[in-house]
């Protein structure tokens, strides 16, 4: 077998020719070029699989190259070599197709690992190229169910962002499918042989998260009785997930930030840097401009994380998806029960698919697992949806459609609209506080801070 081809690009001939004789030494076929105009020359030539690049060079600088190859990007894959002080153009050089970036003076190990992740990434192609297959033959990609408009679209992205190392926030409403997005991601990356480690960061009293996140040393605060692994050094090789990273403390937010930009980090209470090699993924259901002005998320860690910007399209904007999840959840909640059901009669699938769910795919899911259950006959009918999906949908009257008060115009505040789908939501509940919290995705306690915020307004 052929050995993968290596192109070193830089002025310094020191630099380069070390690294040329260290990825030799690996067992690649390595070349060098002395600036971008020598290099694209060499690409024709010797078409190696990776071209690893100095950003600062004369007559046509790291940039500049990445921009005179995009259109091989497809199976060429593009490492810039950046200083420290440059972080920013590295971020830009990802947004603009590089597979990885790294600083200078190079870590031999993290350059080792790049290089394997980058020539693996043939089968990594093949795999999105079979996800891709799926939409049409089953409408659905990997695990994700749906093949209306704004999904199709949605998948172009993630075929996109997949194959790259570039962190990526994913903006959507609770109940979307964050997760499973991010474990997707995963799964299309070079990256996929490696851990996927989710935290919730809403989830985890801020005085713990940082622990959490980076692990701690014995002693290192009460109740530390022991060295503890954080999710960094769990996830090393592989991908990290942090949904809600909007609720993570500012403290928190400039240690993440750091190990973005350096790809080292401490444990609480510890004193040596240990090097990691992680993908981050994060995801918020805020609008991360918002959160930039009222001070929640820090504009350097959210530039940081925003390379790539997936949104996740709520159910109601791909109402043509709803059979084909509700056939799905069928299926799953059948066999989960040991209740085979042939599938959803007429005016229940009528009903669903008019409803405009505030919960999105997990409401879905919830009120198919409860219909599979209650279910008498071979197939989900209307009585065996609850009332606040079926009230007033069965006729195809007007009130089929999301009321005006829900609908979203110019004009209409965040605020606003969040009020009126919270007071919409427990309306269609029979005010049952816990089931409209559940639906809308957020705590009881949340519900009623903001029910007692409207009393007072």
Known sequence: ????????????????????????????AAETAADGAEALEKVASFRPQVVIADLVM????????????SGS?????????????????????????????????????QLKAVLERATGRSAVLEEVERYSSGV???????????????????????????????????VGESGTGKEMVARTLHELSPRRKGPFIPINCSAIPESLLESEIFGHEKG??????????????????????????????????????????????????????????VRVLAATNRNPETALKEGKLREDLYYRLNVFRLFLPPLRERLDDVALLVDYFIHEFSEANGKPLAG????????????????????????????????????????????FVTRGRSTGDSSSQPSDELALRVGTTVEQAERNLILKTLEATGHNKTRAAEI????????????????ES
């Open 220 to 277: 290192a605060f009460t109740g530390a009785e022991g060295r503890r692994e954080g999710c960094f050094e769990l996830a090393d090789t592989g991908t990290i997930f942090l949904d809600e990273v909007v609720e993570m403390a500012p403290a928190t937010q400039v240690k993440l930030l750091r190990v973005l930009e350096e790809r080292a980090f401490r444990r609480v209470g510890g004193q040596g840097e240990i090097q990691v090699d």
């Open 73 to 109: 990007l497809g199976y060429l894959s593009f490492v810039m070599l950046t200083a420290k002080g440059t972080i920013a153009s590295a971020v830009e050089a990802m947004k603009q197709g590089a597979f990885d970036y790294l600083t200078k003076p190079i870590d031999t190990g």
């Open 136 to 170: 049409e033959s089953t409408g659905r990609f990997g695990k994700m169910v749906g093949k209306s408009a704004p999904m199709r679209r949605f998948y172009q992205q993630l075929m996109q962002a997949g194959p790259s190392s570039a962190s990526v926030l994913l």
């Open 440 to 455: 809308l995705g957020i705590s009881l306690k949340t519900l009623h801070n903001k029910l007692k915020k409207y009393r």
């Open 1 to 28: 077998m052929a050995r993968q081809g290596v192109l070193i690009v830089d002025d310094e001939s020191g630099s380069r020719r070390g690294l040329a004789e260290l990825v030799a030494s690996w067992g690649y």
């Open 344 to 387: 959803a009669e007429p005016r229940a699938l009528q009903a669903l698919a008019t409803y405009h769910w505030p919960g999105n795919v997990r409401e879905l899911r919830n009120v198919i697992e409860r219909a599979v259950i209650v279910a008498s006959d071979s197939r989900i009918g209307l009585d065996d949806l609850p009332p």
């Open 58 to 69: 004369p007559r046509m600088d790291g940039m500049e190259l990445l921009r005179a190859l």
